[in-house]
């Protein structure tokens, strides 16, 4: 599921570049721009962000304080396999409650028929960027989660902490 994610974000990322690259064509070739071009781009890029973030928790490609973590991992694994369980599941909770956010406008989108654009030029709904960050925010908490029970395990498997 994870790189499922990834994948539909990087193919995004080259419809948008088409996008754009169009619109600047469009623009300097006929004095005009391609409707729903500023409004489907800000979408897409949050969206982007959404479905790329849970290959980034599991590559444990998140900004840490790292020379922290790996001195402690030389001397005091456990501890560091500790820490790395804290910030693991404060970071499922913190992605968790984004994700549920997100699913109160997904619903309220779904039921108002919500919709980016000037009607009679150009509309999309937008439950579909919401349910997909819905489901990016969902993935990544739950990466976070597992990772989280991972590194609890290593606390119980180290066996000796050295002095």
């Not at 489907?40 to 969206?47: K, N």
């Not at 960027?129 to 498997?157: H, P, W």
Request: net charge neutral; with cysteine.
């Amino acid at each position: 599921m994870v790189e499922a994610l990834s994948v539909l974000a990087t193919a995004l990322i080259a419809v948008l570049m088409v996008l754009i690259c169009a619109d600047i064509v469009v623009r300097n070739g006929f004095g005009g721009s391609l409707p729903l071009v500023s409004e489907l781009g800000a979408m897409m890029v949050v969206l982007i962000v959404a479905l790329q973030l849970p290959s980034a928790v599991s590559a444990g490609r998140l900004a840490q304080v790292e020379i922290i973590i790996d001195a402690l991992e030389a001397r005091r694994p456990r501890m560091a396999a500790l820490l790395n369980a804290v910030f693991c599941l404060l970071g499922c909770a913190i992605l968790g409650v984004v994700a549920w956010a997100s699913f109160g406008i997904l619903h309220g989108d779904w039921t108002s028929s919500d919709f980016i654009g000037i009607p009679g030029l150009g509309t999309l709904p937008t439950w579909p960027f919401r349910a997909l960050i819905t489901l990016g925010m969902s993935v990544a908490a739950a990466e976070f989660l597992f990772k989280a029970v991972r590194y609890l395990g290593k606390t119980l498997s180290i066996t000796k902490e050295p002095s």
